[in-house]
């Protein structure tokens, strides 16, 4: 089923309007959120998850359509509805803080850091920038796979991902630089030999990260998977965490490389 969905996915990036991406990454991020607070919070009232949602959702669509450069204000304004909803709805007062912070990381986790790829695409070729991305991390993610399986004989950091290798981080990064040399060869001739290098090795290493980063979640909720959306390929989280850290990463580091204003 996930090979199914791969070239629609990619055709409507390339190929599509950018509506169509900004709409694609806010309905990610509504099932990344729904998945993360069941993960996180699944003992809370649905109330709190649809505040946390809302919020997200709104944080989405205000970077996805909106003017990124008054980010600061509406942030301000997240943090005060956060706050009035929990003053309206905490009952014990004791667990209202670690709630607070717990829905407020889901808001900036899913519905900030997801929110890039948006901004990626706004920039000048941006459709070929998301496509880069998108071919760097699952290069990275696949190389990852294949060389921890079969060369990884050292753990990388088994308290978190027990699987995880050195090799595999190794693989990972030697993936994600060959796919984007041959795409930036044929698609972005422009891009220099060291930018793309330090792209690559950035995007393959912060693609690994987040990867690390929803496993501590899961191994914090005690579960193997963030959810059942895609039968044996896990949640919308499993399929995202690779690029929650690594969109941001790209898209500064191409306002830096090229100079461009937010």
């Known amino acids: 089923m996930a090979l199914i969905m791969v070239p629609p996915i990619l055709f409507l990036i390339g190929w599509g309007p950018s509506e169509v991406l900004h709409l694609m990454v806010v309905f990610a991020t509504f099932l990344g959120l729904r998945e993360y607070y069941r993960l996180v919070l699944p003992q809370s009232k649905w109330i709190e998850h649809f505040a946390g949602i809302g919020l ?11 003017d990124s450069r008054e980010l600061s204000p509406f942030l301000f304004l997240v943090l005060i509805l956060l706050s009035i909803f929990f003053m309206v709805t905490s009952k014990d007062l004791a667990s209202t803080i670690s709630k607070i912070s717990i829905t407020l990381f889901g808001i900036l986790y899913v519905g900030f850091l997801l929110a890039y790829v948006s901004l990626i695409r706004n920039l000048a070729d941006g459709r070929l920038w998301v496509l880069f991305l998108v071919a760097t991390i699952w290069a990275g993610d696949i190389s990852a796979l294949l060389s921890g399986s079969f060369l990884g004989k050292h753990k990388l950091y088994p308290k978190i991902s027990p699987n995880k290798t050195v090799e595999g981080l190794g693989g990972a990064i030697v993936g994600s630089i ?85």
Not at 56 to 66: A, H, K, T, V, Y
Request: net charge negative.
């Open 56 to 66: 997200g959702l709104m944080l989405s669509l205000f970077l996805s359509f909106g």
């Open 178 to 262: 060959i796919i984007a040399f041959l795409f930036a060869w044929v698609f972005l001739p422009y891009l220099e030999k060291g930018h793309c290098l330090f792209l690559a090795i950035g995007l393959g290493i912060l693609g690994q990260f987040g990867d690390f980063t929803e496993s501590m979640l899961k191994r914090s909720a005690q579960v193997k998977d963030s959810g059942t959306l895609i039968p044996g390929h896990g949640g919308m989280l499993d399929r995202l965490d690779s690029f929650l850290f690594s969109a941001p990463f790209l898209h500064y580091s191409l306002l830096y490389l090229f100079k461009e204003a937010p």
